[in-house]
């Protein structure tokens, strides 16, 4: 299997939950300005949608959406536990954790990107990530991880998008539980090892 991918996007939790699972897939970086593939494909005819990540499976088939990518990916290795099985209540908790970090968080991080964006939306953008953000603090001061006490899929996407704050030069001292969050997900070593392949991890 392939994955398309940018250093850092959110791209990096399907990777970083291969990584955890031990599943080798074949790295495509993706210039998002160009829409091509270090490989030298179209990305734009990969993914009509233009972002990362896709995934590439044996037969051909595309699958997109990092999310649903990485419940693929997990669901390969079901006795890994990195997601709750089909069909359970536990699998819809975190399929409702993986949907707020997308519409809350993730999507809510992207005008801090775009150095077009006024200071007055940049300011309120960071002002609507820390109250959603103290909903996380306070999950992660009862628990080492968003599900409990074992490292699910949630927890890679969780760790990629708050990493974020790191390039928009946004400080989230005042989340203790969260920073510590950062720093021991940051020390697995699949985690360690798919930063690296990405370029961001000597």
């Not at 609507?128 to 306070?138: P, Q, V, W």
């Not at 708050?162 to 697995?188: C, I, Y």
Request: charged share 25%; with cysteine.
């Amino acid at each position: 299997m392939k994955l398309y991918y940018s250093p850092g996007a959110c791209s990096l939790a399907p990777h970083i939950v291969a990584s955890e699972l031990g599943i080798d897939l074949e790295l495509d970086r993706v210039d998002l300005k160009t829409k091509k593939t270090a490989s030298g494909e179209d990305f734009a005819a990969i993914n009509p949608k233009g972002y990362v990540p896709a995934l590439r499976m044996d037969d051909g088939a595309i699958l997109t959406e990092g999310q649903v990518i990485s419940q693929f990916l997990a669901d390969l290795e079901p006795d890994a536990a990195l997601v709750p099985p089909n069909n359970t209540l536990p699998r819809y908790r975190i399929q409702e954790t993986l949907g707020y970090i997308n519409s809350e968080l993730h999507k809510s991080f992207s005008p801090l990107f775009n150095p077009a964006t006024s200071a007055e939306v940049r300011a309120e953008r960071e002002t609507y990530l820390r109250k959603r953000f103290t909903l996380i603090e306070a999950r992660l001061a009862e628990h080492e991880f968003l599900m409990g006490d074992e490292f699910s899929i949630a927890d890679a996407y969780l760790y990629t998008v708050t990493n974020w704050s790191n390039f928009v030069k946004m400080d989230l001292a005042e989340f203790p539980h969260l920073m510590a969050f950062q720093e021991r997900v940051g020390a697995r070593p699949a985690v360690q090892a798919a930063l690296r392949a990405e370029g961001l991890l000597e």
